[in-house]
Structures are given as structure tokens and as C-alpha cells.
């Protein structure tokens, strides 16, 4: 599996342990590690073997754990148990989703905000990502509709 398809694993495992409000710091590492996979791109293949998946950034032992089932499998058990937990059916269309197909993000939010990076680190990720453009839509402390 490449990274790009575990970032999706990862990520989709994120947004189902938001679900639950006593797994947020769970559900953050899972998405931060998605993102990570994103933007560097390792050779998961390579980076298992050596026995060092932990090498990338955001990725502890229990992240490596589904990271490994992934490369040995190409699956995850951690997301069926998950989907059957929260009632999400698994998505058939998974492997439709194309990733190279996006040109850009009209909706991020940086550290100024409720976001996790500078806009300096978005505004590279975004052209590593090859995007055409990045809309950066900040909360406001001074406007209190929906909580600024």
C-alpha cells in the first residue's frame, strides 16, 4: 500500500474516533500521521522492513501497529472494528478517490485559529501538494457567531 492510500486508512480512522469526545487526542495523531504520509510520501514497503515506521513524523507505536497490518495486508482492523463500532459502512468507493485530481484547499485554517500549522507550513504543504491554490479561512475571536 502506498502512502497515500494509508493516509486515507489513517485519516478515515481519525474521523471515526472523533467521534467518540474521549478519543480526540487519539483521533489528532491519527489525522496529523495522515497528513504527514501525504506530504512525505515515504516508502512505507522500505521504512517496515528496517523496522521503522515510528521514523515518521507523528507516528507512534500504536499508529505503526495499523501502519504494518496495512503494508502485510494492504487492510486494516483497527478501521473494520471502528466502522462496525460507529455504524460507518466501509466506503466501496474507495479506490475511486484521486488525490492527484486536487487542485487546491478552499477551506484550512492555520495555528492562528483552530488549525496545527503556521501558514508558512500550510502554504508549503500546499505546493507539495501541488495545489493551485490554498483559501485560508481563520476563525475570528471578535465575531461570535459560531464561536468566533
Known sequence: MDAIAAAQVLSEIGYLLRQDPKEVYRARAFSAAAWALALERP????????????????????????????????????????????????????????????QGDLHSHTDWSDGRATMLEMARAAKSLGYKYLGVTDHSPRIKVVNG
Request: charged fraction near 25%; avoid cysteine; proline fraction near 2%.
Open 43 to 102: 516508502d512505507l514497503y522500505a521504512l517496515h522492513k528496517a523496522n521503522k515506521l515510528t521514523a515518521i513524523e507523528g507516528v507512534g507505536a500504536g499508529i505503526a501497529k495499523v501502519l504494518a497490518g496495512l503494508v502485510e495486508t494492504g487492510h486494516s482492523s483497527y478501521l473494520d472494528r471502528l466502522r462496525a463500532e460507529t455504524g460507518q459502512p466501509a466506503r466501496d468507493d474507495e479506490s475511486a478517490i484521486d488525490l492527484a485530481a486536487y
